[in-house]
């Protein structure tokens, strides 16, 4: 890639990040799936052991572009507890961070269909920076050093009401402050603290249709609030499509399909509305999810988080 080239994709990098906030969480747009990442109170919320896998490729053609895998494990313990571990490797740029969480719950039950959890998490990461890669201003960096695994603790918590057909949640994933690679800057920086907002509500449409908006609010202290809509459409209980939007960022649609009792796999494309959309061919993301429940138990329905 030329130095021009690099210099206006720099550019256009600076002005999308500041038109929302520089990405220091990693983003999903099967948000409504992976809830946990963000919020520890989800844990063991579904009533039985469920597996989630996902990959994430964004800003396809884009050197330096975020690539994230997740992989979170969550069960009930006992009749209020829920634990679950969730893994997530995100890179960018010259940065590769990986992230590990034990999340904690307990759910008070308001009645027979309403219920409010509480959850914590504990963890940390590991972050290394290598600037001989993907640095757009290479001499700026030639005197910085690398930094190697260096680990950094994380302290979350949340809340989470749910009934069988709604949920709303708040959390702040990590109370402390550590360091994070700033793509737009190109340097490391301090964290800052970020606050989710997440609901949805399914909708009966018919005895085989089921509608389910959900939005999910990010929310990070000296930064424009941005807000991530989606509307879902699950079809006799099998066959799930939709489409999202991302505040001042991107469109994507959602497909997803049941598989068997157990195994659901699900995609979603994300088209860039920025100027960014002249120089990648969109966001792609993968996810599998095994729920390992007994053949006498019914899964819940819907299916939708």
Do not use: C
């Not at 089921?210 to 509307?231: C, E, N």
Request: no cysteine; aromatic share 16%.
């Amino acid at each position: 890639m030329k130095i021009k080239n690099k210099i206006i994709i720099s550019f256009l990098v600076f002005l999308v990040t500041l038109g929302s906030f520089a990405q220091q969480d990693p983003q999903y747009t099967d948000y409504m799936f992976n809830t946990m990442t963000v919020n520890s109170a989800y844990a063991g919320s579904k009533g039985h052991l469920s597996i989630l896998g996902l990959y994430r490729s964004q800003w396809v053609g884009l050197d330096g572009a975020p690539k994230t895998e997740s992989f979170s494990v969550d069960s009930p313990i006992g009749k209020n507890v829920g634990l679950g571990v969730s893994i997530v490797n995100d890179e960018l740029g010259p940065s590769d961070q990986f992230n590990f969480d034990a999340n904690f719950s307990y759910t008070l039950n308001l009645s027979y269909n309403k219920r409010l959890s509480f959850g914590v998490k504990a963890g940390g990461k590991f972050l290394n920076i290598d600037w001989s890669k993907g640095s757009f201003q290479e001499n700026e960096n030639i005197f910085q050093e690398n930094i190697d695994n260096e680990f950094l603790p994380t302290i979350g918590a949340g809340i989470y009401f749910h009934t069988d057909k709604s949920y709303l949640g708040l959390s702040v994933p990590n109370f402390l402050t550590n360091q994070y690679y700033d793509g737009v800057q190109n340097e490391v920086d301090t964290e800052k603290l970020h606050f989710y907002l997440i609901g949805g509500y399914v909708f009966d449409l018919s005895h085989s249709v089921k509608f389910k908006p959900a939005f999910l609010g990010k929310f990070v202290v000296g930064a424009p609030v941005i807000v991530d809509l989606s509307a879902n459409f699950l079809f006799h209980e099998v066959f799930r499509a939709g489409v999202a939007y991302r505040w001042n960022d991107s469109v994507s649609a959602l497909v997803g399909m049941q598989i068997t009792p157990r195994l659901m796999v699900g995609y979603a494309y994300d088209y860039t509305t920025t100027p960014l959309q002249d120089f990648n061919t969109g966001t792609h993301e993968i996810m599998l999810r095994f729920d390992l429940i007994s053949s006498e138990k019914q899964l819940k329905s819907p299916r939708f988080f």
